[in-house]
């Protein structure tokens, strides 16, 4: 019992030296893994009020003892202090196949330190490791660095994390791409990545596993596998993700008046057929994709055939293609699907591009900001090619793309008159693509959520759960709608000999919450101050669709708010109660905290 420890490789970019670190087994079976363990060691590692992009910031990569050993156990979490928010605890959960083969490498995780004089890549293959001179590839997108990095290793199942020039030029919203299309976007993993000079990371391993308990823990994969195939064919979720992919729900949330339509200023869409529902499937789609070991298989890969990007390889999903379309009311398919594919080329956060790219546009229809401001670019709402125009000056910091390249709060206070109004983020972390205006519960975890304004929070209590249980595991949380936790608990048990029951999940997700706030709080944020929404939602009704008229009361959401609170163990400040730190086992915080609040 209690035996499972995480092996850990800790890098020094600045010596180029590394050591493998075993956790004590105490601190893996309180955390588990991913998210929860993350946030418990960036509190370690991590000296208070540290700048996130200092040489010392870490950049922490962790596995979960699921990671490869359960269908939908492809994932990774990449743990930091956020560079676009700079106070945050900030994570970012990315799937396809390199957290399995970092565990097949004979890893539970990756810690990067330091600073590399000059571009460099990590290289892992079992219990080696090596540097590698990256000159030749800065300033490469991610698609050319992966491909050139493969071909080099000879050998295709080489996995490979790389960051493009977004991530090079430190813009604070960069993403860390892998296998093309898959991102750890939200917060700027790839800024910081970026800042270490580190261009890309390769791992190949051959290590087998050897779970506490095989035969319970094949019964269990076997459970959940045959539940996930038959979710493909038998339920509406399964199959619409193994069919299209989530950028299909676009038209969905559109009728449900929860949609980004227009910076955020609508909910529902007349236009939305022209760039969603089946048209990808009927002029795009070459084949279905997966993580590994899962059978919903929800990414799907495309090419535009014809026009002036034709040739452009794509994958979209529903959050990238709803801020760039919708959000900036795009109604050019072909356009969309090009920009969505560049974002992920250049390695950049597409969800917070396309809400800065909204930003920008009403700023710029308001008259905030000027055509001689954007050196000519006419950013009318919809403007392909003016998009692109300015994503260039974004991603190079050229210009006004300077003060873009820091996100919307940021770029709300340099620009002034009144622009702020119009910057949809909650503690600097740019809105997911849903419009909360009709709908509370997504307007409340925008702004209680510890990375700010991101979906991934969780829209209720059960949902939040959930979703940093799964993404401590780790496994994929759009499994959810399929998998019962107890399979799981199950599973981790299986996996580790640990003896954790169903009744504790709800109790392990509080702790795991906690501890990502209370950080938050060291850092910084006071939640009294932060834990809060732009005033567009309390006070611009919808004029369109179904919820027409529908808006956020700023009273009703401050209730709301001292609910979620009082759920959560926080006093009227949002602040963690001393019984509730007690209760949840997260003692050793106290005193830091009691410092900080005197």
């Not at 956020?82 to 004979?106: D, N, Q």
């Not at 919708?326 to 920009?339: M, P, S």
């Not at 780790?474 to 019962?484: K, N």
Request: net charge neutral.
């Amino acid at each position: 019992m209690k035996k499972y420890q995480a092996r850990i490789l800790d890098v020094n970019l600045s010596h180029r030296t590394f050591e493998v670190r075993v956790l004590d087994p105490e601190i893996c079976y309180r955390f588990i893994g991913g998210r929860g363990l993350g946030a418990a060691l960036l509190w370690d590692e991590f000296p208070r009020r540290e700048d996130p992009l200092s040489p010392d910031a870490p950049l922490i990569f962790l596995l979960g003892p699921l990671t490869a050993l359960l269908p939908g156990g492809a994932q990774m979490c990449t743990v930091f202090k956020s560079p676009e928010t700079e106070k945050t605890y900030s994570h970012s959960i990315v799937g396809a196949h390199f957290g399995m083969e970092l565990r097949f490498a004979g890893f539970d995780g990756l810690i990067i330190r330091g600073q590399s004089e000059g571009p460099v890549i990590l290289s892992i293959e079992d219990s080696k490791v090596s540097f590698k001179e990256a000159e030749y590839l800065w300033g490469k997108g991610t698609f050319e660095t992966e491909a050139q990095l493969k071909k080099e290793a000879k050998d295709p199942f080489v996995r490979v994390l790389s960051i493009g020039p977004a991530g090079e030029n430190l813009v604070r919203f960069a993403s860390i791409q892998q296998e093309y299309f898959h991102a750890a976007a939200r917060g700027g993993a790839g800024c910081l990545m970026g800042s270490k000079k580190l261009k890309a990371i390769t791992v190949r391993g051959h290590c087998l596993l050897t779970p506490k308990k095989p035969k319970a823990l094949y019964r269990v994969f076997t459970d959940i596998y045959n539940r996930l195939r038959k979710a493909r064919t038998e339920i509406r979720g399964g199959y619409y993700l193994t069919r299209w992919g989530s950028s299909v729900g676009s038209v969905r949330h559109s009728d449900a008046n929860e949609l980004d339509v227009k910076n955020y200023r609508e909910a529902f869409w007349s236009d939305i057929d022209k760039i969603g529902g089946l048209e990808y499937e009927r002029q795009y789609k070459v084949k279905t994709r997966g993580c590994g070991l899962c059978p919903v298989a929800c990414m799907q890969v495309g090419v535009i055939k014809e026009g002036p990007y034709a040739g452009r390889v794509a994958c979209p999903d529903y959050d990238s293609t709803s801020t760039i379309g919708a959000g900036c009311l795009v109604q050019d398919l072909d356009g969309l699907i090009y920009l969505n594919s560049l974002g992920d080329e250049w390695g950049v956060d597409n969800i917070s591009l396309g809400n800065v790219t909204s930003f920008a546009m009403e700023c710029y229809e308001k008259g905030v900001i000027t055509r001689q401001d954007l050196d000519g670019i006419d950013l009318q709402w919809g403007n392909v090619e003016a998009m692109k125009a300015l994503w260039l000056k974004i991603l190079k910091k050229e210009g006004i793309g300077k003060i873009l390249a820091q996100g919307v709060k940021k770029a709300s206070q340099v620009f002034g008159k009144g622009s702020e109004k119009y910057a949809m983020q909650s503690k600097g972390l740019e809105f997911g693509a849903y419009a909360p205006q009709a709908h509370p519960d997504r307007a409340l975890q925008f702004a209680v959520g510890d990375r700010g304004g991101c979906h991934h929070f969780g829209a209720t209590m059960g949902e939040q759960n959930y979703r940093v249980i799964a993404d401590s595991l780790i496994v994929c949380t759009w499994h959810r709608h399929f998998i019962d936790p107890s399979l799981y608990i199950k599973g981790l048990n299986a996996a580790t000999g640990w003896d954790y029951t169903r009744e504790d999940w709800d109790f392990l997700a509080d702790r795991l919450l906690t501890m990502a706030r209370v950080y938050n709080i060291r850092e910084g944020v006071q939640p009294w101050e932060e834990d809060i929404l732009p005033d567009r939602i309390h006070t611009e009704p919808l004029t369109w669709g179904t919820k027409k008229g529908a808006y956020y009361p700023k009273e009703q959401f401050l209730r709301d708010r001292e609910e979620w609170y009082r759920k959560r163990g926080c006093d009227d400040r949002g602040v963690p109660t001393l019984e509730h730190l007690k209760k949840m086992g997260l003692d050793f915080v106290i005193p830091d905290l009691e410092r900080i609040l005197r």
